[in-house]
């Protein structure tokens, strides 16, 4: 048996991962970013292969990620996980909470404590995520302030879904922990993907409205 639930459990940093092709800039949200050696220094990211940002690093091998801290807001998450950057300009209006990093990749600024860009040395394949590595080509301290964890960011940062009024008939509905997408319907498909940030079943939780 495995309970889903189980994996709730780890401990997960959260992202915003760029990349650039061309002209066009873009970005979405990750949790999985780790260093895997020192010397080389290297890096791991695994990325969803239905995110934008997948086919631009694949294309061009070159990303940032920039680390989210404490404080980082819900507007940063709804900016580039709630969007997709094929049909949107995720940086319009946003200038002044940016910059461009030696390897020409845009980094966030904005309630984030580090970033740290990387070239690629290797992609492998893992069914709908593709895991990088990459070699560590820039990496600076941008604040002191402590990164944003999984549990922090249910716990202070997203939104929680608000209560029906107690005199209303409530019906079941599934909540996307992640982006706050809600799927109707009860019980939730095993298989379901959330369509905006592209998490699995396992991370909506069932609320009655």
């Not at 995110?51 to 980082?72: C, Q, R």
């Not at 709908?128 to 560590?136: D, M, N, S, Y």
């Not at 549990?151 to 019906?171: M, R, V």
Request: some cysteine; overall charge negative; proline content about 4%.
């Amino acid at each position: 048996m495995v309970d889903n639930l189980t994996f709730q459990k780890l401990s997960y940093g959260l992202f915003v991962l760029t990349a650039k092709d061309g002209e066009k800039d873009n970005g979405c949200i990750i949790n999985t970013a780790a260093q895997i050696t020192v010397d080389p220094n290297r890096i791991s990211i695994a990325v969803n292969k239905a995110n934008y940002t997948h086919d631009m690093i694949l294309k061009t091998g070159v990303f940032s990620v920039s680390i989210l801290s404490e404080k980082a807001t819900f507007d940063i998450f709804k900016r580039f996980g709630f969007q997709s950057g094929r049909d949107t300009d995720k940086f319009a209006g946003y200038e002044a909470n940016v910059k461009r990093g030696e390897n020409g990749v845009l980094y966030v600024t904005e309630g984030t404590n580090a970033f740290i860009s990387g070239k690629v040395v290797d992609a492998l394949d893992y069914g709908t995520h593709t895991l990088f590595i990459a070699e560590v080509t820039e990496a600076e301290v941008l604040a002191e302030d402590p990164s944003a964890t999984y549990a922090y960011y249910f716990a202070n940062i997203k939104p929680k879904p608000a209560a029906a009024p107690a005199s209303e008939e409530k019906k079941v509905v599934w909540v996307c922990k992640i982006c706050g997408y809600v799927y109707e319907g009860d019980p939730i498909p095993e298989d379901f993907i959330c369509p905006l940030c592209k998490h699995p079943a396992s991370d909506f939780e069932r609320v009655e409205r």
